[in-house]
C-alpha cells in the first residue's frame, strides 16, 4: 500500500469520529421491538437533521410519539446523546411538553444502541435498547 493510500485511509477514518459524521449516520428510520406488561410494541424513530420523531405502535395502532432535537458529543470514547425541546405529537398526552434526557450511544453497522442510567446525575435505573435501521423495501 502507498503512504498516500495509507494516508487518505487515516484521514478518512479520522474524519468519520466526529459528532458530524454521526449526525449523518443517524439520518433515516430505525425500529425496535419492546414488551411491556406482555404487550408488544414496535417502537419506530425517524432521524431528519437534528430531530428525532419517536412513534409507539401497538399493532398498526400509534399510541403515542414525540419529537425531540438533539445533539452529541464525544468524551474520550464515551458518545453522548442529547435529547431536548421535547413535545408529545400524538397519543393522550399531545401537546406537552417532555424533559430532556442524554444516554450513552453507539453505532455499529445497521444498530443503534443506547444505555440510559449511566451518566452522573441521572435518576433513570439502567436500561438499554438496540434499534435496527429500516432498510428501504
Known amino acids: 500500500m502507498s503512504a498516500l493510500a495509507i494516508l487518505s485511509f487515516c484521514l478518512v477514518s479520522a474524519a468519520a469520529e466526529t459528532p458530524e459524521a454521526d449526525v449523518a449516520r443517524m439520518q433515516g428510520a430505525w425500529q425496535m421491538a419492546a414488551m411491556q406488561n406482555g404487550v408488544a410494541f414496535r417502537i419506530v424513530k425517524v432521524v431528519a437533521d437534528q430531530t428525532t420523531t419517536v412513534s409507539v405502535y401497538r399493532g398498526d395502532e400509534l399510541v403515542q410519539q414525540h419529537k425531540s432535537e438533539f ?44 444505555v440510559f442510567g449511566l451518566l452522573e446525575g441521572e435518576t433513570r435505573p439502567l436500561f438499554v435498547e438496540q434499534f435496527e435501521r429500516v432498510l428501504p423495501p
Open 71 to 114: 445533539e452529541l458529543q464525544f468524551t474520550g470514547d464515551v458518545r453522548i446523546f442529547h435529547y431536548k425541546n421535547s413535545v408529545m405529537t400524538a397519543g393522550p398526552d399531545k401537546g406537552k411538553p417532555r424533559p430532556g434526557g442524554r444516554y450513552i450511544y453507539r453505532l455499529e453497522n445497521d444498530k443503534w444502541i443506547g
